[in-house]
């Protein structure tokens, strides 16, 4: 069983920086690899990106690409998003996910077995 809860978002000009936060309770949070999805109102849960249980491969979606990077850090149970160059089009609920293995997959939010609550990233132009 892991608990996620996300951290981190809130209002931010265009072109502006934010770090999003994930806390996961849980023994075995080295054996998920961890997404981050998002959704914005009356649109679809999106990909934005996907990290291996240790940690050294990623993959973005191509919307973020060069923008977003996605770190963890298996002792202290986080995961992290570093959002840089933020644009409107960016504002959404951003939820963090963790997926029982490796990442493969991981760009399939039903491939995920446990998810935070959510926290709002909104981006003013």
């Known amino acids: 069983q892991v608990q996620l809860v996300e951290s981190g978002g809130g209002l931010v000009q265009a072109g502006g920086s934010l770090r999003l936060s994930c806390a996961a309770s849980g023994r075995t949070f080295s054996s998920y690899a961890m997404g981050w999805f998002r959704q914005a109102p009356g649109k679809e849960r999106e990909f934005v990106a996907v990290?291996?249980?240790?940690?050294?491969?990623?993959y973005y979606s191509d919307s973020v690409k060069g923008r977003f990077t996605i770190s963890r850090d298996n002792a202290k149970k986080m995961v992290y998003l570093q959002m840089t160059s933020l644009k409107p089009e960016d504002t959404a609920a951003y939820y963090c996910?963790?997926?029982?293995?490796?990442?493969?997959?991981?760009?399939?939010?039903?491939?995920?077995?446990?998810w935070g609550q959510g926290t709002q990233v909104t981006v003013s132009s």
């Open positions: 990290i291996s249980r240790s940690g050294s491969i990623t």
């Open positions: 996910a963790a997926k029982d293995g490796e990442y493969y997959n991981g760009m399939d939010y039903r491939a995920y077995d446990y």
